[in-house]
């Protein structure tokens, strides 16, 4: 559910992705989106953006000593750190490859997880296309998106606060109402839809969910687009800093079927 950031050297986002994994709200919604994918001894299950392979292990434990864990990322630094987090897991296999494309063969996945990874691609359509042709007749697939045009941050500056969620939807996150649509696109790929989940991530102490929504680095990179007011846009940092804090936003979780019949 976290936001990201261009600048970051690859060990800044690999430390990043696993504190927000680590967080409260990030190891709830994990362990949720286990036990819904229905993981069995002996799958074959798929990880779409693995990243440094924080969900790997656990994936590997669900499949025990007869499955196969596949973990896909384009990412070097990414595959890099997930090879060397599942040296110890022989039924792990990492492999390179695109979401639109992915490096499998048609039906040979019982399940297959998508975690924040479709708010980044230039075709979330495609990659749930590929989803549906590598996961065999009856298997799921489970999706979980943040909605980023949710995003509300208290604030006696009601203006500053919307243009801050408005340049995270316009300029940060290319899919950022991505949460919202899962279901229809699961459904647009032929999959059956098994449940859709929402649930709103809520805030109350501004360095937790500095954590996710990198307040200062994302209003610095608006005010010098333009976007935000410098002027206004620090004194709003002030007081989300020292006062009270409240921030929200949607995280929607959403499980699709392979139809049993299918070809």
């Known amino acids: 559910m976290t936001l990201p950031s261009s600048t970051l050297r690859a060990a800044d986002e690999i430390a990043y992705l696993d504190h927000a994994a680590a ?10 989106l286990l036990a819904a994918l229905d993981v069995r001894p002996g799958n074959v299950v798929l990880d779409v953006g693995c990243g440094p392979g924080t969900d790997l292990p656990a994936l590997a434990g669900a499949v025990g000593d007869t499955g ?7 990412d070097p630094a990414m595959l890099g750190q997930a090879r060397q987090r599942t040296a110890a897991h022989p039924r792990v296999e990492v492999r390179a490859g695109d979401a639109h494309a992915l490096p499998l ?8 997880r998508a975690d924040r990874v479709l708010q980044h691609l230039a075709n979330p359509a495609q990659a749930l296309a590929e989803l549906r042709r ?17 995003l509300v941050i208290d604030d006696p500056d009601v ?3 919307r243009a801050y969620t408005r ?10 109402a991505i ?3 899962l279901a229809r696109l699961l459904g647009g790929a032929g999959f059956e839809i098994e449940s859709v989940d929402a649930a709103v991530v809520l805030f109350r102490d501004y360095r937790t969910a500095d954590t996710i929504l990198r307040m200062p680095s994302v209003a610095q990179r608006a005010w010098q687009a333009g976007a935000l007011d410098e002027e206004a846009g620090r004194a709003w940092l002030a007081r989300l800093t020292d006062g009270p804090f409240l921030a ?13 019949t299918d070809g």
């Open 159 to 161: 203006a500053t606060s």
């Open 248 to 260: 929200a936003f949607t995280f929607f979780t959403a499980i699709g079927r392979v139809p049993a």
């Open 68 to 74: 196969t864990v596949i973990g896909v990322d384009h």
């Open 105 to 112: 063969d048609d039906a040979g996945v019982d399940r297959a």
């Open 179 to 181: 949460g919202r649509q």
């Open 167 to 176: 340049y995270i939807t316009t300029s940060v996150v290319r899919n950022a």
């Open 134 to 150: 590598v996961v065999r007749p009856g298997g799921l697939v489970a999706l979980a998106e943040p909605d980023w045009d949710t």
């Open 23 to 32: 967080s409260d709200v990030g190891r709830q919604y994990k362990h949720d």
